[in-house]
């Protein structure tokens, strides 16, 4: 009888490995040995890291600790939620709009297929804005929304971005200003008429609201320096400049009109929504948080901020809004409505 036994400090012997795992280990290894680095330190590194856990990747914990409300109303911390989301879905359509404008050699496929995830994005965004609407009891807002003076969502330098990479800046000039003005136009003589900077204006003395002053405090260099980097790279620009006749241009120019009403109409109508169910009073109009003229500001037919104007027929433009005015408020076109 064998009475040998074995020792349980002996290593089992080592697992067979594969030739799929060893084909990767030697790309692994030519891919450091390009780099001038040792592949055993990276394998190293592998063995003893942690496996990655989900609520680390996406750093849950840092995500759901950032609503800091002011007040102790409960519905303060929607409010807040709703506008991160706001931004994040911002961020996702920068990345989809950035791709496009620093592309050496763009395609209308790559194009097209970006612009379609802008405008799912879109979509989604304004959908949600369900949330806003009827989301919150209005008293509550009424009376949290007093402590976040003078903040407002006009303060969103994401938007503007989206807006400088989607069109020429003259597009996003003032409407009584942009006679002024052509696509030969300085950057800087159209950036003093943006269009947003009328909407943060005092009525009654014409100064600058402080909503507007902080905002441009912090934000009107980088936005500048932007706008001129994107003369040549916003979406119109490369629509007309490098993309050329296509067999996909009913494609790209269906896309390009939907990301055009999407921002131009959609989204901003969305907020005269919620601005109507929250701040429509009777006898009195309440003023937005910033001070901002939202019943001036928000309405497409006062604004007149088309991307793509050649895009769209001379009844189309004259109608500018009016549709969704009449599909989502209620009003008739004969009610006398300012929307």
């Known amino acids: 009888m064998d009475t040998q036994q074995t020792d349980a400090t002996t290593p089992e012997a080592s697992p067979e490995l594969s030739p799929e795992v060893i084909i990767r280990i030697q790309k692994l290894a030519e891919k450091y040995e390009a780099m001038g680095q040792d592949i055993v330190s990276y394998l190293d590194g592998l063995l003893y890291a942690n496996y990655l856990t989900y609520w680390d990747y996406i750093h849950l914990d840092t995500l759901l600790s950032l609503q800091n409300p002011r007040t102790d109303f409960p519905d303060e911390k929607i409010f807040i939620l709703y506008h991160q989301i706001t931004e994040l879905y911002f961020k996702l359509i920068l990345e989809e709009l950035e791709q496009i404008a620093w592309r050496k ?16 994005y879109f979509v989604h965004l304004i959908s949600s804005f369900d949330v806003m609407v009827d989301g919150m009891e209005q008293e509550q807002f009424l009376k949290f929304r007093m402590s976040l003076l003078p903040a407002s969502g006009f303060q969103s ?36 008429y943006g269009y947003w900077k009328k909407g943060a204006i005092e009525l009654s003395s014409g100064k600058k609201t402080l909503t507007l002053k902080q905002f441009e405090r912090k934000y009107a260099e980088s936005l500048l320096k932007l706008a001129k980097r994107c003369r040549t790279r916003n979406l119109l620009y490369i629509y007309q400049n490098r993309i050329g006749k296509t067999p996909l241009d009913e494609k790209l120019i269906a896309e390009l009109r939907k990301f055009d009403a999407l921002v131009n109409v959609d989204w901003r109508l969305a907020h005269y929504k919620s601005a109507v169910r929250y701040l429509q009073r009777k006898p009195e109009v309440i003023s937005a948080t910033g001070g901002t003229n939202w019943q001036k500001f928000l309405p497409p037919r006062f604004q007149q901020q088309i991307f793509y104007p050649d895009l769209w027929s001379e009844e189309e433009k004259k109608e500018w809004g009016k549709k969704w005015v009449f599909e989502n408020l209620g009003f008739r076109k004969n009610s006398g409505s300012n929307a």
Do not use: C, W
């Open 157 to 192: 330098a994401q938007f503007r971005m989206i807006e400088i990479y989607g069109t020429d800046f003259i597009h996003l000039v003032d409407k009584d200003h942009r006679h002024l003005f052509d696509e030969h136009s300085r950057i800087e003589e159209l950036f003093a």
């Open 105 to 120: 050699d763009i395609s209308p496929e790559f194009m097209l297929t970006k612009l379609q995830r802008v405008n799912r």
